[in-house]
């Protein structure tokens, strides 16, 4: 129950400029029995360049420490590992903290523009749940380079991840249309193939729910032909990161696409998108993403701790957010306005 202690990591790029508008609203929605506290920390490639570190270990012990974490983006183009790689600390809490669950909601808000044409009557509202701790990202910081000419990474599917993954999805079928879609190659390859059996064997637990398959390169294409036929969708890592930009973008674009990293003790929020270095300290970010993460954060908690209070408050700011959209005079440029970051984040704060 609350008070609750929440991480509060900007990271880089529009990653510091978002968190604000997240935090503003989540100040805004507090009282009325909700009570949260804010600790700031730092990590990224900012960081990284400054100290050498990018997670550091105050950082680390904060996030085991709290009852959640909300993060912005990380990452800078110019800002590498040694071996060539990109700065990626909230890759690293995924893994260090067994956030196994990518749950990325795909939801097109009346007042945002798609660039898809949806027949009358239909919509898109559908949640990935991209496992996040193995598929081909088990390879990362490992991988095989044999001098120039050669280089492999290695796909690893488990029981233990595939089933922890699966259950999550059909638990949150349950609680929506009752319909999971399991998506991968399983034609070709081994990996897929498991992948698909061990959802199969959770299915028969979750007889509500209705389970189909989708190859992923013709799921490419029903979202979308015809995004409005999905509910929630099951999906190994890799093919997960790119079917939620894919899925953003029939929304609205990054900005519109918020996220959390959840495990069975700890849970992250962030939105999909990175840094954007390419509209970074202009002001412009759109929030959205950011605040709506916010929502997932304080409906996790509610979950989590059985407080209805925090739950509803998630539901409050999803409201407020839908508010804003709909009146459509405070939007950011990338959804068709001119209106600032703060100001956006400002509408949502007064809307609620
Ligand atoms: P990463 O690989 O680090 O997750 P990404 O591939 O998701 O990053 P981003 O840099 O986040 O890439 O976003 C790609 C582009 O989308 C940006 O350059 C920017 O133009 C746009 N974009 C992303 N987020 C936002 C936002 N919140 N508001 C407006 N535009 C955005």
């Known amino acids: 129950m609350s008070p609750y202690t929440i991480a509060v990591i900007g990271g880089d790029g529009i990653g510091r400029e978002v968190i604000r508008e997240g935090v503003k609203v989540l100040e805004a929605v507090a009282g009325r029995g909700l009570a949260l506290t804010f600790e700031e920390a730092e990590m990224g490639a900012e960081l ?8 550091p270990r105050e950082t680390f ?16 183009p110019d800002v590498r590992f040694p071996d060539g790689t990109e700065i990626a600390p909230q890759v690293t809490l995924r893994f260090r903290l067994e956030l196994y669950a990518g749950v990325r909601p795909i939801k097109l808000y009346p007042g945002v523009p798609s660039p898809l044409r949806l027949p009358a009557g239909r919509t898109i509202d559908y949640v990935i749940f991209r496992e996040n701790t193995e598929g081909l990202f088990a390879s990362r910081g490992g991988g095989a380079a044999v001098g120039r000419e050669v280089a492999a990474d ?14 999550r999805a059909f638990e949150a079928a349950l609680g929506r249309r009752r319909r999971l879609t399991c998506v991968d190659k399983s034609n070709v390859f081994r990996s897929y193939l498991f992948f698909r059996e061990v959802v199969q064997e959770v299915g028969t637990e979750f007889p509500e729910v209705t ?17 409005w036929a999905y509910d929630v969708v099951v999906v190994e ?11 953003a973008a029939t929304v609205g674009g990054l900005g519109m696409a918020p996220s959390g990293d959840i495990g069975d003790r700890w849970a992250l929020f ?10 970074a300290g202009k002001g412009v970010a759109n929030p959205t993403a950011m605040i709506l993460s916010a929502a997932l954060m304080l409906r996790w908690l509610g979950d989590r701790h059985k407080d209805p209070t925090a739950a509803a408050a998630g539901d409050r700011i999803e409201a407020a957010v839908a508010e804003v959209l709909v009146a459509g005079g405070t939007l950011t440029p990338d959804i068709g306005g001119r209106a600032s970051t703060a100001a956006l984040g400002d509408a949502v704060a007064s809307a609620l």
Do not use: W
């Not at 990284?48 to 997670?55: A, H, K, M, P």
């Not at 012990?61 to 800078?76: E, M, S, V, Y």
């Not at 890592?237 to 930009?245: A, C, E, M, R």
């Open 48 to 55: 990284y360049r400054r100290t050498g570190e990018d997670l």
């Open 61 to 76: 012990d904060l996030c085991q420490r709290t009852d959640a974490i909300l993060f912005g983006a990380a990452g800078l």
């Open 154 to 167: 290695t796909l690893i599917v488990t029981r233990k991840g595939t089933d922890r993954i699966a259950r």
């Open 211 to 227: 389970l189909d398959g989708a190859y992923v390169d013709a799921m490419a294409m029903y979202v979308v032909q015809r995004p």
């Open 237 to 247: 890592n890799q093919f997960g990161d790119i079917l939620s930009d894919l899925g």
């Open 270 to 279: 962030q939105p999909s998108h990175g840094t954007a270095p390419d509209i």
